[in-house]
């Protein structure tokens, strides 16, 4: 047997995180004017937390390798991102929407493809995923296409994405990720297969 705390872990990170991003898009949603360059920082700061997130999920060899199996690459991503948002919060609006929407969009893309394996692996919840993850590429399309309009529905479009990313991230993380005490290690050795 192998230890399950990383996957405890990376399924906790994921709840948390996706609930601090689809908090922070219900506030955009509400209150658009909110955007300022301490928003800039904190949400610099929430991509990295998250791309470490991600790196654990990746790491953590879950049951049905759904949820986090493409969590190495969006988490290095996600890592640079904020990064390069803390370095530039003066043109935080501008890059970030682009960035944002093409990140939101490529996750999109790549949860239909874990929607559509979590329905051959029998997961009754395979629906809520692809479900969530049409409303985030959609929400990235809007993003990605209105980088320019006025500041407030910027903000609003900025806050939509996430909503929607919060969403499709928690509903994967709880639908995919099954934690079993006893589960069996990853590794097989190769002699015994082909004996």
Same mark, same amino acid.
């Given at each position: ?12 990170? /994921? ?5 601090? /991003? ?65 370095l530039r919060t ?12 093409i990140y939101v ?70 639908a995919a990720v ?18």
């Amino acid at each position: 047997m192998r230890s399950i705390k990383l996957m405890k872990a990376a399924k906790i990170g /994921y709840i948390i995180m996706s609930l601090i /991003y689809s908090s922070c898009g219900i506030l955009l949603l509400v209150v658009p004017g909110i955007m300022a360059p301490i928003i800039a920082e904190m949400f610099g700061i929430l991509l990295i937390l998250f791309g470490v997130v991600k790196l654990i999920g990746y790491f953590s060899k879950d049951l049905f390798r759904l949820a986090f199996q493409y969590d190495l690459a969006c988490g290095l991503f996600l890592i640079v991102l904020g990064v390069v948002t803390l370095l530039r919060t003066d043109h935080f609006i501008a890059f970030i929407s682009v960035v944002l929407g093409i990140y939101v969009l490529a996750d999109g893309f790549l949860k239909i493809q874990t929607a559509i394996d979590a329905r051959v692996f029998g997961i009754r919840q395979w629906w809520m995923i692809l479900a969530t993850a049409i409303l985030a590429g959609v929400a990235g399309i809007f993003l990605i296409l209105r980088p320019q309009d006025g500041a407030e529905l910027l903000a609003m479009l900025f806050g939509f994405c996430l909503l929607a990313e919060g969403l499709l991230s928690l509903t994967t993380v709880l639908a995919a990720v099954k934690i079993i005490k006893h589960q069996w290690p990853d590794r097989i050795d190769r002699v015994e297969i082909y004996r």
